[in-house]
């Protein structure tokens, strides 16, 4: 049976979705009771397992959501302000490997293995529900500590008030929990996200530590020669080839081509990493969009580059596109489909519908750029310095072609693991 016929996408018009149902033993009084399963696809987001556990002896219920899908190719951590009854409202995609903090009552929800769907407001109440649960059997067993716990429960209490900010940071190795941005498509200035590359500890608790991998040998790929490897399909799970070839492109630099192809789902992937180190220093590439040849320039743009459109007030991360070699045009669309299908809160029965007609008006407006029949301005933000526009007038000056190299700040190094880099009298520094 193949993953599509598992997961099917979610919809009311859908009348032969089918549930699940099994014999499972109550935590609650030891008797045996069913849990009905619910595998769907929720529509431009992500596979769900919905699980509900009900007994019939003792009442006890329980309901909780798992991701059916692929981990991520990298974690990602979100960090958002609280300000407003807007930002309590925000909508919460927790996945089973997230944690929770709030760093200004020094709340740390650790990973639970039961993912949800929230928002902010959600996640401060399940707090107070279970630091309440024996509260009243506390206070005669351990007053203090009852004490302590009740002065713990009105500090949550009054940040649902909002009598002052705070922050709220999501943190998820496994890349699939999401904050809802109550602005799209424009920028959310409340919210950052970051997306890094897992540590050794992350990849035991997610189940992806090889046990080899410190003994591989490096490897080498002549130019002219197609390397292929054996890896795991991210949609189905089963084995299929990876292809890899290294290519240089005409005034830049040597980059590596990647593509899979699975032959058991149909899925496919194609990426592009670059093929030498980070650069020096950072590089901006702004693109004025004045003329429809400009359109049809080549790009580059690497993993480490964000897009920014400030005509249409559009800033897209790192993350979101990957790297990817292709046209601005092809950029543009690559953008304009992924708005279109991965934002889970902007469409579908649960979006609101002035952020409907928002996002409406957003795509016309970017479909204009697309086309042509609008001036504007696209700016590569890459702090590696990997990305690469095409001149149209090489070896002259494009006019409509500009490049900025600039400092890296903190925060940028330190995304790229530079700034605990030592390569400066290393062998001395092993001595002292």
């Known amino acids: 049976m193949s993953l599509e016929s598992l997961f099917r996408n979610l919809s009311a018009e859908d009348v032969d979705q089918e549930l699940s149902e099994v014999e499972s033993l109550c935590i609650n009084c030891g008797e045996n009771g069913s849990t009905r399963l619910f595998m769907t696809k929720i529509p431009h987001y992500n596979e769900i397992i919905v699980m509900s556990f009900s007994c019939q002896h003792c009442s006890y219920e329980n309901n909780e959501t798992q991701f059916g899908g692929r981990i991520q190719e990298k974690g990602i951590k979100i960090k958002v302000l ?18 929770v903090s709030i760093p ?27 630091l309440n649960q024996d509260q009243v059997r506390r206070k005669d067993e351990n007053p203090e500590t009852a004490m302590k716990i009740d002065e713990f429960i009105t500090k949550l209490e009054d940040l649902k008030t909002l009598k002052e900010s705070f922050y709220l940071v999501l943190d998820d190795p496994s890349g699939n929990s999401f904050i809802e941005n109550p602005f799209a498509p424009n920028v959310d200035n409340s919210m950052e996200t970051t997306r890094y590359d897992r540590l050794t500890h992350h990849n035991e608790l997610l189940g992806l530590l090889n046990e080899d991998t410190n003994d591989q040998d490096t490897l080498y790929i002549p130019e002219q020669e197609v390397a292929a490897f054996q890896t795991k399909c991210y949609v189905c799970g089963n084995p299929c080839q990876t292809n890899m070839k290294p290519t240089k492109i005409p005034h830049f630099k040597e980059v590596i081509i990647m593509a899979t192809n699975c032959d058991k789902c149909g899925h496919k992937t194609s990426e592009v990493k670059a093929g030498a180190g980070i650069e020096p220093k950072g590089l901006r590439i702004k693109v004025h969009l004045t003329d429809i040849r400009d359109l049809h320039r080549d790009v580059l743009k690497s993993d480490t580059c964000g897009i920014e459109i400030p005509e249409l007030e559009l800033e897209v991360g790192p993350g979101a596109q990957g790297g990817c070699f292709t046209t601005v045009e092809g950029l543009l669309d690559s953008i304009k489909e992924q708005l279109k299908s991965d934002n889970p809160l902007i469409h579908g029965d649960s979006a609101q519908p002035e952020v409907k007609s928002k996002m409406e008006n957003f795509l016309i407006r970017l479909e204009a750029v697309q086309s042509g029949r609008q001036i504007a301005t696209i700016i590569l933000d890459d702090p590696a310095g990997n990305s690469y526009v095409q001149s149209l007038c090489t070896p002259d000056q494009d006019p409509n072609l500009e490049l900025i190299h600039y400092e890296r700040n903190f925060e940028q190094n330190e995304e790229l693991g530079l700034n605990d880099m030592k390569t400066e009298n290393y062998e001395t520094s092993q001595h002292v």
Not at 82 to 99: C, F
Not at 104 to 119: D, H, S
Request: proline content about 2%.
């Open 82 to 99: 609280i300000q407003n009854e807007i930002d309590l409202n925000r909508q919460v995609v927790k996945s089973d490997y997230a944690t």
């Open 104 to 130: 200004q009552v020094e709340l740390e929800i650790p990973e639970t293995r039961k993912g949800e769907v929230t928002t902010v407001e959600g996640i401060i109440n399940s707090v107070i529900v279970g």
